[in-house]
């Protein structure tokens, strides 16, 4: 009899200790690690299918659209339709993301998402994408349905919520993390990325300053910048994030973030080097965008090397997963 109680006891003690049994993955979710990596383990997610309408603010106006509908907008508007299948696929899952993810918060009141590039995600309707394409336009049109039909209901998310897929047009060498710009998240961290000036229009860019305009710019944003000194010494310390992007630089005695002096001088990217010769502050810049999240570009490169849609969104998005309905 004692020794049924012992046991009885210890069975007890261990239902109380052990941690709970986690139960399987949530039916049509494909795991996306980071390559050559394995994923922490984390508690199962428990996903919502996609909607199938959303409410798209444009041009001041709340507009209910199916949700297919609007992608094909936003592909229209933010990746060149003559890039390849598995790229186009790859960035109708990321819209998709970034459209549930801005859906679940209350930004824009009555609407879900604005058609605004500078605040949620460029949109073109029809009329904008026959002006563009002209006699290209059914070939276009067809193209971009198939990349979001192919991809219909799917979204990545992380930890059961949809995920802030951020994506730019290219990067120099490497993407940006979230950290750098906005709030930290896992699943946007700095990478590789394969593009290089034989893949973009225009990767390398220039822009040359002369000193009492390059001066009075940087005073409109920071005023006790001081430049009585030589102009050869107005430029200090430049540092760096691991991505190759400028963190923060130093002019005239001020410091200053790469990302702001990108936007005073309406830079393409914040990857670029400066330095001041021939009487000229000159910037070189390479790629174009903010660098967090999916590079266009790089998708491009990946998919014409034979990567998928869902190779491309594991690279660029570690540690999410890709939720099927």
Not at 45 to 72: K, N
Not at 89 to 102: D, E, G, I, N, T
Request: hydrophobic share 40%.
């Amino acid at each position: 009899m004692k020794r049924v109680l012992l046991l009885l006891y210890l069975l007890l003690m261990l239902e109380l200790f052990l941690p709970e049994r986690q139960g399987a993955e949530a039916p049509g979710a494909t795991a996306l690690p980071r390559p050559e990596q394995t994923p922490a383990a984390r508690p199962t997610a428990v996903c919502s299918p996609a909607p199938e309408e959303i409410v798209l603010l444009v041009e001041g106006q709340a507009r209910t659209l199916p949700l297919q509908d609007y992608l094909r907008g936003v592909l229209a508007a933010e990746m060149p339709a003559s890039f390849p299948e598995e790229a186009l696929k790859a960035q109708a899952v990321a819209a998709r993301s970034y459209a549930l993810y801005c859906a679940a918060g209350a930004k824009h009141g009555d609407a879900q998402i604005c058609a605004d590039p500078g605040c949620c995600q460029a949109w073109q309707n029809e009329a904008k994408q026959r002006e563009k394409w002209g006699a290209d336009y059914e070939k276009y049109a067809k193209k971009i349905a198939a990349a979001v039909e192919a991809t219909e209901g799917e979204y990545l998310h992380y930890e059961g919520q949809a995920v802030f897929a951020a994506f730019h047009s290219s990067s120099a060498g490497a993407t940006e993390e979230s950290g750098a710009l906005w709030n930290p998240l896992p699943y946007l961290v700095s990478v590789p990325s394969p593009e290089t000036a034989a893949d973009v229009p225009g990767y390398v860019s220039e822009l040359s300053c002369a000193p009492l305009d390059f001066r009075d710019t940087i005073l409109s944003a920071c005023p006790q910048a001081d430049f009585t000194g030589p102009e050869e010494q107005w430029i200090g310390e430049i540092r760096r994030e691991e991505s190759g992007r400028v963190e923060a630089v130093v002019l005239g005695g001020q410091e200053l973030s790469g990302s702001r002096i990108r936007s005073l001088f309406s830079l393409r990217s914040a990857a670029f080097e400066l330095r001041y010769e021939e009487g000229l502050f000159r910037f070189t810049v390479t790629g174009y965008g903010h660098g967090v999240g999916m590079s266009q570009y790089g998708a491009k490169v990946m998919a014409e090397n034979g990567s998928s849609y869902t190779d491309i969104l594991a690279h660029y998005y570690p540690g999410t997963t890709l939720y099927r309905s």
